[in-house]
């Protein structure tokens, strides 16, 4: 159980136009669900955090008007990157938790190039 | 400094022998504490986590916290090629904000055959 799926698993884009990502949870509610991305040889971090129904709460540094992210059913978020430039290539991990959970559960990540 | 902080690596270790992998943190509101493998080009896998001061084993695999010392560890008995990965440390701090975990830089691990 528990299981996260994300869509596509990898895009490659022109610079300038816009890339959407799905998060679902395939089996339990997400109550909360958190974006992260991860440059090679990085760790992960936190791009901003969003429950079921209420706008995302986004990370220092993170440009809400560029990353958008919707979490409109307690089984689907998506992150939308606009005006996509080559420096927002990089792997982008969705994670969801739900009422009663101790742990995240990650989905398998997207690798976004952007050309 | 960083909230959570991690030995880079690489760790090399022979197979067989125990891997003894270290995280410490800054914040002592964090309450719970999570190790994550992750393979190259792979997002996180959960490994066990620990909220408790002492050990916490699983398998081959133990985790300690020591609260006071604000450090967290992970060993991992009977070391194998498979286990060859990049582990993540994450803490947690409950807020009412939501229960996001930060994660340390992570330690590279080769177990060599």
């Known amino acids: 159980g528990a299981v996260v799926s994300q869509h596509p698993s990898w895009v490659i884009c022109k610079s300038g136009t816009s890339v959407k990502i799905e998060c679902r949870s395939l089996d339990f509610q997400a109550t909360t669900m958190f974006w992260y991305r991860q440059f090679p040889k990085q760790s992960l971090m936190l791009m901003a955090t969003s429950n079921e129904g209420s706008k995302a709460t986004y990370e220092q540094g993170v440009e809400k008007d560029k990353f958008l992210i919707n979490h409109a059913s307690l089984t689907l978020s998506t992150l939308t990157v606009t005006s996509a430039h080559p420096e927002d290539s990089s792997f982008y991990i969705c994670?969801?938790?739900?009422?009663?959970?101790?742990?995240?559960?990650f989905g398998p990540g997207t690798r976004l190039t952007v050309t | 400094q960083k909230e959570v902080e991690q030995n880079s690596g690489p760790l090399s270790v022979p197979e067989g022998a125990i891997a003894s992998l270290n995280c410490t943190y800054s914040d002592r509101g964090s309450q719970s504490f999570f190790w994550y493998r992750q393979y190259s080009g792979k997002s996180p896998e959960l490994i066990m986590f620990?909220?408790?001061?002492g050990d916490k084993e699983d398998g081959r695999f133990t985790a300690q916290l020591n609260k006071a010392s604000q450090y967290v560890s992970l060993l991992i008995r009977d070391s194998q090629p498979s286990d060859s990965a990049t582990y993540l440390c994450a803490g947690r701090v409950i807020k009412a904000a939501g229960n996001k975990l930060t994660f340390g830089g992570g330690t590279r691990v080769l177990v060599k055959p």
């Open positions: 620990i909220y408790s001061n």
């Open positions: 994670s969801a938790t739900g009422t009663g959970f101790y742990e995240q559960y």
